[in-house]
C-alpha cells in the first residue's frame, strides 16, 4: 500500500503561480513513477504529468507543457507540481498517483493508488 497526500492548492488569479506537493508513505517511494492528474466540474479525469522513478523522465499534456513541471525528492518521497502562468481553465481537482515499476504513465489506469486530490481554483 502507497498511501499519498497532496497539498498545497489554493485560489490564485489568472498568471499567477501554485506549487502543488504530494507526500508518500507506505512502499518505498523510488520503487513508483508517479502522475499528476485533474478533474473539473462535469469532465473526464485528465493526464497532466508524469515523471519516472529516477525523475529522468517527464511527460506533460500538451495544455500545460512549458507552464508546469513536475518534479520529485525521493530522499523525501514527495513528488511536486510547479504551475506557472495559471489559466482560468486550470481550475480543477489535482489528484497524485503512483505507478508500480520504473515507466511513467499518462493513462491513469496504469496507476494503483490515489491521492484525495487538492482544489486549485484560477480566477480570471
Known amino acids: 500500500q502507497v498511501q499519498l497526500v497532496e497539498s498545497g492548492g489554493g485560489l490564485v488569479q489568472a498568471g499567477g503561480s501554485l506549487r502543488l506537493s504530494c507526500a508518500a508513505s507506505?512502499?518505498?517511494?523510488?520503487?513508483?513513477?508517479m502522475g499528476w492528474f485533474r478533474q473539473a466540474p462535469g469532465k473526464e479525469r485528465e493526464f497532466v504529468a508524469t515523471?519516472?522513478?529516477?525523475?529522468?523522465?517527464?511527460s506533460y499534456a500538451d495544455s500545460v507543457k512549458g507552464r508546469f513541471t513536475i518534479s520529485r525528492d525521493n530522499a523525501k518521497s514527495t513528488v511536486y507540481l510547479q504551475m506557472n502562468s495559471l489559466k482560468p481553465e486550470d481550475t480543477a481537482v489535482y489528484y497524485c498517483?503512483?505507478?508500480?515499476?520504473?515507466?511513467?504513465?499518462?493513462?491513469?489506469?496504469?496507476?494503483?493508488?490515489w491521492g484525495q486530490g487538492t482544489q486549485v481554483t484560477v480566477s480570471s
Open positions: 498517483a503512483a505507478r508500480p515499476g520504473a515507466l511513467p504513465a499518462t493513462d491513469y489506469r496504469g496507476y494503483d493508488y
Open positions: 507506505g512502499r518505498t517511494f523510488r520503487n513508483y513513477a
Open positions: 515523471i519516472s522513478w529516477s525523475g529522468g523522465s517527464t
